[in-house]
């Protein structure tokens, strides 16, 4: 395809996720803005967050390390500067790497990544803004922390100098209305939030479930297949 059919396929389906999340706020009783969207490149190449990027897009998430590394200096190479989040399981040996060019790491969910992922960040100019991956069904399979242990994470990453805590971040579990996995999620956001002040950040909602998301107090969706299209990898 060439760029330009390229990009007025991504500028339609753009307008098609924004209006979804727009009508979501409406339905919510929240103000259109009070969500970001947070596009999802992961196998897409460099030239798609170009694109978006052209097309007013702030935010972009990948979720492996040597994917995200190369396509996000392609892109810095351009001189378009956006926000990059990290969304995929991290191991500790990827820390350094991920904080070379991450703004942002969702996907924090033991103390010992936090300890890694700070000291990673001591050489950087700005502190990396962590959300922690919480799971809202117990499945250690698919990360995140359960219980308690949230707050001994959380209490590691606002003891490290080079990371600052943003929030929550969640996936949806398989089989369960994501409405009352979200509604879970709310309950922990709002004691994270009086537990850190500051920390109200909540990722949560991807192309299947904006909407119940944005219905559950999502600041930030995670949009990959209804932006881009479908991956040929299940991942
Ligand atoms: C791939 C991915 C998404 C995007 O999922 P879509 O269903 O394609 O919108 C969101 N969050 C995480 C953590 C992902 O890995």
Request: net charge neutral; glycine share 10%.
């Amino acid at each position: 395809m060439t760029d330009n059919g390229r990009r007025a396929e991504l500028a339609s389906s753009l307008d098609r996720v924004r209006d979804r999340i727009a009508r979501a706020c409406t339905a919510a009783g929240r103000p259109p803005d009070a969500v970001t969207l947070t596009a999802v490149t992961k196998t897409y190449p460099a030239s798609d967050v170009l694109l978006l990027a052209g097309l007013g897009v702030t935010d972009v998430a990948e979720n492996r390390d040597q994917e995200a590394s190369v396509k996000a200096d392609a892109v810095r190479a351009e001189g378009v500067r956006l926000r990059w989040h990290f969304v995929g399981q991290l191991q500790r040996n990827k820390a350094r790497s991920v904080a070379a060019y991450a703004d942002v790491v969702e996907s924090v969910d033991s103390v010992r990544l936090a300890e890694a992922l700070g000291r990673a960040a001591a050489a950087r100019e700005n502190p990396i803004e962590v959300l922690l991956q919480v799971s809202l069904d117990g499945d250690p399979a698919r990360g995140g922390v359960f219980g308690d242990d949230l707050w001994r994470v959380s209490d590691a990453v606002t003891s490290s100098e080079g990371l600052r805590l943003g929030g929550l971040m969640a996936v949806a579990p398989l089989g369960e209305d994501p409405r009352q996995a979200f509604a879970r999620l709310e309950v922990l956001a709002g004691q994270m939030a009086s537990r850190h002040p500051g920390a109200s950040t909540v990722s949560a909602g991807m192309s299947g479930d904006l909407e119940a998301a944005v219905e559950r107090g999502a600041t930030h969706v995670r949009i990959g297949t209804s932006l881009l299209g479908m991956r040929n990898s299940l991942r």
